[in-house]
């Protein structure tokens, strides 16, 4: 890949698992009752067909990983977790009430966290078969989870395929000794073996594996030793993703400094070459920092072209209506967003009040739905196409104006009606989707809020 553009397009970007991005929600959040109608909406609209997702936010972890830019709460007090599921099944009965007489159709759940595998086995087992009481499982229905190697026994993987899970995250990150010191993570090469094993003994039938570049003390050297022992494994697919060092906002980055992550120079190299390890191995880029085997469902489904991409991620499912139960969560009806309160403290007060625990969120207006549709599409299937109704948006146009320097650099190609990601520009998806991005235009950000774009 040329170095020249890796550096001229690597620049801060929103990773765009919706859009407006999160910073740029309307400052008056859609009321309470609001977000029952989009809901009740989008439900209306989904079940019968699709179906809806539910993703469910597990914030605990019992040691802090330094690195992490998720919501979670550290504790070694395992007391906490049956209060917790009790109020995720109280939060879920609150959605029942929008539901109506209408039995919801779980076509997809994610547990995330945090660490999910925090909680014990009885206690998953206590909340997956509470959710999907008086519910209908979707005849093709996904659920899949968050592991840490570090803490998920044989009990864990057991106990989630009982209750319908099939698919396995693991966090890998890297496997050299120094880094995992660097970030406090406590796993070892022979945890992340067994688990991948022991999920595809039991009956697991895809396997995901996180690997993070640009973390403190990484080498080019290093990487291409955890890519290394990653392949044998053959794990289905692999989220490989660029490290965001943000200690303003993540206090624990503090534990190492600028000074001990790869420069810019460097961490160019350590993409470049597990990206090339990567695709030489046989995993297909699909999509931002994605890679899977053609045997995957994600690659299938951007072959049928349709790959989605949500808050949970890229998933082969597509609902209108993601529900998102506990401290922190995002909801999404298409046509609203809405998250949950981020501490567990407000969560907990929320929920006791008989109230949903929504605290932000946006209300999409029209030029908001047709900028998410083109960028939902690039971000997927490296392409787009407008059509007639897309011409009363200017912000369409002027995205198009935007791409000039793009085009020129071969990033994309741009026909009448028409857009094309290029095999070259694959890697700057991000910085296609910010042409766009009409709310960043109006506002750029004053500090440092996105990670790097490559």
């Not at 390890?277 to 899977?292: K, N, P, Q, R, T």
């Not at 207006?365 to 392409?383: A, G, P, Y």
Request: hydrophobic residues 35%; glycine residues 6%.
């Amino acid at each position: 890949m040329d170095k020249d553009l890796l550096f001229k397009y690597n620049t801060p970007g929103p990773r765009y698992t919706s859009y407006p991005t999160v910073p740029y929600w309307q400052k008056t959040p859609p009321t309470e009752q609001k977000w029952k109608e989009l809901a009740k909406e989008a439900f209306s609209v989904s079940n019968e067909k699709e179906g809806i997702s539910v993703y469910i936010h597990l914030p605990f972890c019992e040691s802090l990983c330094t690195y992490c830019g998720c919501n979670t709460r550290i504790t070694v007090n395992h007391k906490v977790e049956e209060t917790y599921v009790n109020a995720v099944l109280k939060e879920w009965a609150l959605y029942f009430s929008i539901f109506g007489e209408t039995k919801p159709v779980i076509r997809e759940i994610h547990l995330g966290g945090g660490t999910p595998t925090f909680f014990s086995p009885e206690n998953l087992t206590k909340l997956i078969e509470g959710l999907l009481q008086n519910t209908t499982v979707h005849a093709q229905a996904q659920f899949s989870f968050e592991a840490h190697p570090g803490n998920t026994t044989d009990a864990h993987v057991q106990a989630l395929y009982n209750v319908g899970f099939r698919r396995i995250s693991i966090g890998v990150q890297d496997f050299n000794p120094l880094v995992l010191a660097a970030i406090n993570r406590h796993q070892t090469y022979e945890q992340v073996s067994h688990l991948t094993k022991k999920a595809r003994e039991i009956g697991y039938t895809s396997v995901n594996f996180d690997i993070v570049y640009g973390l403190p003390f990484q080498k080019v050297c290093t990487m291409m030793e955890t890519i290394m022992r990653v392949i044998p494994l053959h794990p289905d697919r692999i989220a490989f993703y660029s490290y965001a060092h943000v200690p303003w906002i993540k206090p624990g980055q503090r534990r190492y400094t600028e000074q001990d992550l790869p420069d810019p120079d460097k961490k160019m190299a350590i993409y470049e070459t597990g990206r090339n390890a990567l695709e030489i191995s046989g995993y297909h880029d699909i999509g931002m920092d994605h890679f899977s085997l053609e045997t995957d469902e994600l690659y299938k489904a951007q072959q049928r072209g349709q790959l989605h991409r949500n808050f949970m991620g890229y998933t082969d499912t597509h609902t209108r209506l993601l529900i998102g139960l506990g401290a922190s969560s995002i909801s999404d009806s298409w046509t609203g967003y809405v998250q949950n309160e981020k501490s567990v403290e407000a969560y907990y007060a929320q929920i006791e009040a008989g109230r949903l625990p929504v605290f932000k969120g946006h209300e999409l207006t029209k030029n908001d739905l047709i900028l998410r549709k083109h960028i939902l599409r690039i971000m997927t299937q490296f392409s787009t196409t407008w059509e007639q109704e897309d011409e009363v948006c200017d912000d369409l146009y002027k995205a198009i104006g935007r791409l000039s320097e793009l085009q020129f650099d071969e990033l994309v190609k741009i026909e009448p009606y028409q857009l094309h990601v290029t095999e070259k520009g694959k890697a700057f998806v991000r910085n296609v989707c910010m042409a766009f991005d009409a709310k960043l235009w109006e506002e750029q950000p004053l500090t440092s809020i996105f990670s790097q774009t490559v």
